[in-house]
């Protein structure tokens, strides 16, 4: 069995790997856009609100099966190789322990909650992927190991033959039709990926991990913190969802969850980063604390650069990029993306530091922070979302992030023993950014399109980021140098 690379991967060992994600996950993304604008032109407004509330519901009760263990997987086995039989066994064991509890929570919520009849069908259809993804503790065989090429190989799978699905579905169904065959759509796309990511897994281990309770004690201990923090997490990110859709219809909600997918589809970015670092994070400490906190700055400043472009561009170009993807009917929808772009940059750094909280023990430290979140989010959207509607749920995510984000690195320095550090490379970033989103809103102003506009970004930002050092060449040479001491 191969062991894991976390704790002697070299700088362009995790360059690389980091690289392939985000590679794969922007071509990707590009495809979701298309996607994602045939999906709400197809289904219309109200229905994108019934079929973002359904995801909502089924994101919010399925975290239930796996309760957030994963990264108490990644932290143990990242330092003790050694172990990682016995910890995937017990993981498998709680999935499949959890698993029948969380599909009936599924069926209720969703029966609860559908405010139509294909609402409801196509709610019950998505529940029964929910078997599948207790197999996905597989994709930690590769994480572990740095090489994330397959995971980002069957993300792909499913992109395309979800794509084709959608394509299928808008061509030969009536505007606001369709919702039920997208669902079997998207249930058999989860399926096939969710098999092509197990075999692969299982050439890399040899096996199937038996499904074990010799590890599930310890696994509990350590992860039931954590699951904690991630369900406070996953509620006050997405309960604003839920409140647009009872307070204000589904039309609001359809506008709110259009935008929000945006955001959505820009998590690839942390997660990429983050997938290749948490192990390293977890190997290094705290045996070698000048490494992790090596890792911890790449990966910020990393962070940085992707999340305040993105803020600079939605700024400028908020209007143009929602009416292009979405359609005219969607255009009300373009004053909540710049908030939520916004929301994004502490999203990015909120990733960073729930990794690095749960290498560092402070598990119980995170479970308060969120409860004090959801706290916020919750009073926040039931006392300004009647008056205000779904813009006031995209400050109250944005309040919320910001929040988590300064508790959570107040904890971490005070366990570091450090001092607020010097911002560096991430102040060029933001200046960076800031002159980025000047010349941008004087480029619209004389009448720039947006492709102009995208042009413009791609072409001035990375100049600027070198031009006040924030990116080095030295930067660019460890990822394209080969893997290897």
């Known amino acids: 069995m191969s062991t894991s690379t976390a704790a002697t991967a070299t700088r362009q060992h995790a360059a690389h790997d980091i690289l392939v994600q985000i590679v794969a996950r922007v071509a990707n993304l590009a495809l979701g856009v298309v996607v994602t604008a045939l999906l709400a032109r197809t289904l219309g407004s109200a229905g994108y609100g019934e079929w973002s509330t359904i995801l909502v519901v089924l994101g919010l009760v399925g975290y239930l099966a796996s309760f957030g263990m994963e990264q108490a997987v990644v932290r143990e086995v990242a330092a003790d190789p050694a172990s990682e039989a016995r910890w995937f066994g017990a993981m498998m064991y709680l999935r499949l322990t959890l698993l029948l509890p969380v599909l009936v929570g599924s069926v209720v919520a969703i029966v609860l909650l559908h405010s139509s009849h294909r609402m409801l069908i196509a709610g019950l259809i998505l529940t029964a992927t929910m078997p599948f993804d207790g197999v996905s503790v597989m994709q930690l065989v590769f994480q572990l190991r740095l090489n994330n090429l397959v995971p980002m190989l069957v993300l792909t799978l499913r992109s395309v033959l979800w ?18 065959v997208l669902a079997i759509a998207m249930a058999g796309t989860n399926a096939i990926g969710s098999l092509v990511q197990t075999l692969a897994a299982l050439r890399v281990l040899g096996r199937f991990p038996r499904p074990s309770r010799e590890h599930l004690r310890p696994l509990i201990k350590v992860g039931v913190p954590i699951g904690l923090s991630g369900v406070l997490i996953i509620a006050y990110a997405r309960i604003d969802q839920l409140i647009v859709f009872q307070v204000s219809g589904p039309r609001a909600a359809g506008l709110y969850g259009a935008v929000y997918g945006v955001l959505d589809q820009s998590h690839f970015v942390p997660i990429s980063v983050l997938t290749t670092l948490t192990p390293v994070i977890a190997a290094s400490w705290p045996r070698n604390r000048e490494r992790m906190l090596r890792a911890v700055r790449q990966g910020a400043e990393l962070l940085a650069i992707a999340s305040l472009g993105a803020l600079s561009f939605s700024i400028v170009a908020a209007g143009p990029v929602v009416r292009l993807v979405f359609g005219p009917q969607f255009a009300d929808a373009a004053p909540a993306l710049p908030i939520l772009t916004a929301t994004f940059v502490f999203i990015c750094f ?36 009647p008056p205000f509607g779904f ?54 102003t004389a009448g720039v399109p947006l492709g102009g506009l995208a042009a413009g970004a791609c072409l001035l930002y990375p100049a600027l980021l070198y031009a006040l050092g924030a990116v080095e060449p030295g930067d660019l040479a460890s990822v394209l140098r080969r893997r290897g001491g």
């Open 163 to 180: 794509g084709a699905a959608v394509l299928i579905v808008y061509w030969t169904h009536s505007p606001g039709g369709g919702m039920i």
């Open 350 to 385: 909120g990733y960073l530091n729930g990794n690095l909280m749960a290498v560092l023990g402070l598990q119980r430290r995170m479970l308060r922070i969120g409860l004090w979140a959801l706290l916020l989010n919750v009073a926040g959207n039931l006392l300004l979302v």
């Open 391 to 444: 813009i006031a749920a995209a400050w109250m995510t944005l309040a919320t992030e910001l929040l988590v984000c300064v508790l959570s690195t107040k904890q971490i320095l005070a366990r570091l023993e450090l001092g607020l550090p010097a911002p560096g490379r991430i102040l060029r970033s933001a200046i960076a950014a800031a002159v980025l989103a000047g010349a941008l809103a004087l480029m619209r």
